[in-house]
């Protein structure tokens, strides 16, 4: 039976051309048309993290500041707290590598609940993320320019129903521990409780507004990372969770989260092969967007003369003086400080 989601990609796909240009080639099986999009897809974000130089004599520890002496406890679950989670979530149609959509498991919950709550149970227990449920189910979507041009596509991710549960149980201990330690800069406005778009804008006037009433010349740079949750280092994200809090159990549950996880592309029917996912935080995730906050979390402590506002990977500086040249210089260098 088909659903409303579903439809719209099948829509979309009825009116994607039958080949593809591949290195001067047309690729017109459609296997094969799935198979190049899940290998376009997964190295994406291998090919862009293998071209960012790490500086040398620099060290992460150099902008991490007051490591956080108390670690992140997984309390148990109960299944209340299952049932309430899955009735929080959206009724979405659209269905996972099982061929299983979420409308099913609100349906089913009361009657899966009790097995399902000791499986997550026995997750935060031993530090174990499923391996059954690291599998992404992708489509691709059309952008724009040429249809028959690979690159021109980004990768929608449909992850496991029941993943999302589990993550969502995690994320909520770990929000909660953010929160309770202050652990996230208040230069980041994105992903975050009652913090909006449109409390980063006012920011925005407001650091503008202030350097011209005090007669100032003012700079705003504006950076999007390419592919930034793709090209996200797990060591280096492993290292800055350690330090803030994230020890134990809690720390092996995420390294287990990340690693070995695979993905397919499905394309008008047909699918292609399973490929690792070698780097990035799984795109469609619920703990995805809390891990990249905290990824980027220190880049604030870089420097004390810039103004940051962070939204997610969208990134903000401002600085003013009252003297263009020394506002040109003294930008600049701290532009290097924010590179390395």
Request: charged residues 20%; positive net charge.
């Amino acid at each position: 039976m088909a659903n409303s989601e579903n439809s719209n990609w099948q829509t979309s796909s009825l009116q994607l051309p039958q080949s593809f240009h591949c290195r001067r080639s047309k690729v017109d099986n459609k296997t094969e048309i799935a198979n190049v999009f899940n290998n376009f897809f997964t190295t994406i974000g291998p090919d862009l993290a293998n071209n960012i130089r790490t500086p040398t004599k620099t060290s992460v520890y150099d902008y991490l500041t007051s490591r956080n002496k108390k670690s992140l406890f997984l309390s148990p679950i109960d299944e209340r707290e299952v049932i309430s989670v899955v009735n929080g979530c959206k009724s979405k149609t659209s269905t996972d590598c099982d061929d299983i959509d979420f409308r099913l498991i609100k349906s089913v919950i009361t009657s899966i609940v009790k097995p399902i709550t000791h499986i997550f149970n026995l997750s935060f227990q031993t530090g174990t993320f499923p391996e059954k449920m690291k599998i992404a189910k992708v489509i691709p979507l059309f952008k724009s320019g040429s249809k028959n041009d690979f690159n021109n596509y980004r990768p929608i991710s449909l992850l496991p129903q029941l993943s999302k549960i589990l993550e969502k149980l995690y994320s909520n201990r770990l929000n909660t521990f953010t929160k309770t330690c202050d652990i996230l800069n208040p230069c980041q406005y994105g992903f975050r409780e009652k913090m909006s778009t449109t409390h980063a804008l006012v920011k925005v006037v407001s650091e503008i507004t202030n350097s011209l009433n005090k007669r100032k010349h003012s700079i705003g740079v504006f950076i999007d990372l390419q592919k930034a949750f793709d090209t996200v280092d797990h060591q280096l994200l492993c290292t800055k969770l350690e330090f803030y809090g994230i020890r134990g159990v809690a720390y092996q549950w995420i390294r287990s989260y990340l690693s070995n996880r695979t993905q397919y592309v499905s394309y008008e029917g047909h699918k292609s092969e399973l490929l690792p996912i070698q780097c990035g935080v799984p795109q469609g995730s619920i703990l995805g967007p809390l891990l990249f906050t905290i990824y980027v979390n220190d880049m604030c402590n870089v420097s004390k003369l810039l103004k940051f506002i962070l939204f997610a990977d969208d990134t903000n500086i401002f600085h003013s003086h009252s003297k263009l040249p020394d506002l040109v210089r003294e930008l600049n260098t701290e532009l290097d400080k924010m590179y390395k």
